[in-house]
T-cell receptor
């Protein structure tokens, strides 16, 4: 079965500092990995995804994530945090093994707070 | 292009009442799904559909029914509401290109069951 772990409920970072939001996953085969962001009282917005190829994926709003197969991780990063990055971040995984569409499994979310 | 729309935005129900949460998408996506979001629980899959006429259960299907008569619409029915169903509900859709496709989410329906 697929699963995602986001080990930190809350991450606090000062504006201008680099940020990292951690994610590890478990799938039977190889993964497709996604990051979504949720601003207050809004739906989820897609940030980036890893499908294949380069392990470093660049996405919206200056975010990037690095796929590490040996550590089964897909940590979200940004070189310089903004106050407007404060939101709830979700990591999600789908198994590459199965054909067609199978459910997307989410982590429990990490709340990022960027302090001015 | 409206994307994924959900109605209503907010609803209050009494225990035992029934209601339908509406979800529609205008992107001709085959795959649609319903999630509930609860504090500290992340998003949990309720039901999903890989195309018109095909539905399947997710992680937490009890107390909910779905149907998919058209590609565009995927309503979620609460048969007899319970306080445990107080949550925020999100509908999502994606293209039929396989598991690498991005899911697009609606704005959510906030449900309070008294």
């Amino acid at each position: 079965a697929q699963s995602v772990a986001q080990p930190e409920d809350q991450v606090n970072v000062a504006e201008g500092n680099p940020l990292t939001v951690k994610c590890t996953y478990s799938v039977s085969g190889n993964p497709y990995l996604f990051w979504y962001v949720q601003y207050p009282n809004r739906g989820l917005q897609f940030l980036l995804k890893y499908i294949t190829g380069d392990n470093l994926v660049k996405g919206s709003y200056g975010f990037e994530a690095e796929f590490n197969k040996s550590q089964t991780s897909f940590h979200l990063k940004k070189p310089s945090a903004l106050v407007s990055d404060s939101a709830l971040y979700f990591c999600a995984v789908r198994d590459r093994v199965n054909s067609g569409n199978t459910p997307l499994v989410f982590g429990k979310g990490t709340r990022l707070s960027v302090i001015a | 292009n409206a994307g994924v729309t959900q109605t209503p935005k907010f609803q209050v129900l009494k225990t035992g009442q029934s209601m339908t949460l509406q979800c529609a998408q205008d992107m001709n996506h085959e795959y649609m799904s319903w999630y509930r979001q609860d504090p500290g629980m992340g998003l949990r899959l309720i039901h999903y559909s890989v195309g018109a006429g095909i539905t399947d259960q997710g992680e937490v299907p009890n107390g909910y029914n779905v149907s998919r008569s058209t590609t565009e619409d995927f309503p979620l029915r609460l048969l007899s509401a319970a306080p445990s169903q107080t949550s925020v509900y999100f509908c999502a859709s994606s293209d039929s290109g396989g598991n690498q496709e991005t899911q697009y989410f609606g704005p959510g329906t906030r449900l309070l069951v008294l």
